[in-house]
Nanobody
Framework: VQLQASGGGLVQGGGSLRLSCQAS????????VGWFRQAPGNEREWVGN???????YYAGSVKGRFTISRDNAKNTVYLQMNNLKPEDTAFYYC?????????????????WGQGTKVTVSS
């Protein structure tokens, strides 16, 4: 499965962006999909994930501001980011977990998209 992440950009603090993660196959609908981010000099950080049944889980730092959703007809998972803060600046990655049990550990994910850069100005 190939994943294509898009939607990053430059936004002012308090603004919004929506990232997309499109898969090359419709099997994405059966996978757990996670979003991660990595800022320069930092380790890759789990942002949240959505199970194949639609259940969502979020890191405390983004809960209430970010929402993950999926459109199985489009083989796409979204990350809606509202009330963005400068500390949200990072490369954002989507990843698919075939087993369905993946959570916060990047090693639990089998397929990765390329990063899309999000920059939030103060």
């Amino acid at each position: 499965v190939q994943l294509q992440a898009s939607g990053g950009g430059l936004v002012q603090g308090g603004g919004s962006l929506r990232l997309s993660c499109q898969a090359s196959e419709d099997t994405l609908r059966t996978y757990n999909v996670g979003w991660f981010r990595q800022a320069p000099g930092n380790e890759r950080e789990w942002v949240g994930n959505i199970g194949w049944r639609g259940g969502t889980y979020y890191a405390g730092s983004v809960k209430g501001r970010f929402t993950i959703s999926r459109d199985n007809a489009k083989n796409t998972v979204y990350l809606q980011m509202n009330n963005l803060k400068p500390e949200d600046t990072a490369f954002y990655y989507c990843a698919a977990d075939v087993s369905g049990y993946g959570g916060t550990n990047p090693e639990e994910y089998d397929y990765w998209g390329q990063g899309t850069k999000v920059t939030v100005s103060s």
